[in-house]
Structures are given as structure tokens and as C-alpha cells.
Nanobody
Framework: QESLVESGGGVVQAGGSLRLSCAAS????????MGWFRQAPGKEREFVAR????????FYAESVKGRFTISRDNAKNTVSLQMNNLNPEDTAVYYC???????????????????WGQGTQVTVSS
């Protein structure tokens, strides 16, 4: 019923750009904090960026600050991640996630998120 579907992953050279999108269905999109996470082989899933319900606040991991931009369009039930100046360390599977955040403010902890997309592969070549 609830569904998050990512798109936009692919292979890009170092220094290039990529834009990921996530389309949500089966939930009241504007009620959810939306986040992006990534997981490289052999590593734990890590927080990348999140945006509050109405898009008033954004938060980024230090490693992507200044290079990545998260945005959302509540009329279209979508959240995007613009990634610029990519480097090989950005290579990972990227996941879109939704957090209802009823009792706590938005979080960078993956365990706080209620729904997850299937992931999209981003590979940055050197």
C-alpha cells in the first residue's frame, strides 16, 4: 500500500552531477519528514539529508554539505536529491525514507523512519 520509488541513479564520472527522485504513494505525504540515506558495500547505512514536512528546514550530513541539495514538492508527492561535484566516496545504494515523526522532531537515525524505498545505485568513477 505505502510505496516509495526512487529513480535517477546511474554511473557518473567524478566531478559530475546526478539528481535522484522519490515518488511516494499510499500515505499523506505532507505529514512525513523525508530523508535520504545511503549504504556502501560492507558499511552501515548512513544519513545523507532530510527535509521537514513542509520543506521549511533541511539537514545534511557533513560529508555532503555544500554539494547535495534536498527538496520536496508536496503537490506532486515527491522528494529529490540534487548531487553535485560527486566523488568516488559517494558510491552507494541510495534510499528514500519517510518518518511520521509524531512524538519527536525529525531525525538522522534510520531506525526512526517508517517506510523505505527499494534503493537506487549511484556509482561514481574516478
Amino acid at each position: 500500500q505505502e510505496s516509495l520509488v526512487e529513480s535517477g541513479g546511474g554511473v557518473v564520472q567524478a566531478g559530475g552531477s546526478l539528481r535522484l527522485s522519490c515518488a511516494a504513494s499510499g500515505l499523506i505525504f505532507s505529514n512525513y519528514v523525508m530523508g535520504w540515506f545511503r549504504q556502501a558495500p560492507g558499511k552501515e547505512r548512513e544519513f545523507v539529508a532530510r527535509i521537514t514536512q513542509r520543506g521549511w528546514s533541511t539537514f545534511y550530513a557533513e560529508s555532503v554539505k555544500g554539494r547535495f541539495t534536498i527538496s520536496r514538492d508536496n503537490a506532486k508527492n515527491t522528494v529529490s536529491l540534487q548531487m553535485n561535484n560527486l566523488n568516488p566516496e559517494d558510491t552507494a545504494v541510495y534510499y528514500c525514507a519517510a518518518d511520521r515523526a509524531l512524538t519527536n522532531p525529525s531525525s538522522d537515525k534510520s531506525s526512526e523512519y517508517d517506510y523505505w524505498g527499494q534503493g537506487t545505485q549511484v556509482t561514481v568513477s574516478s
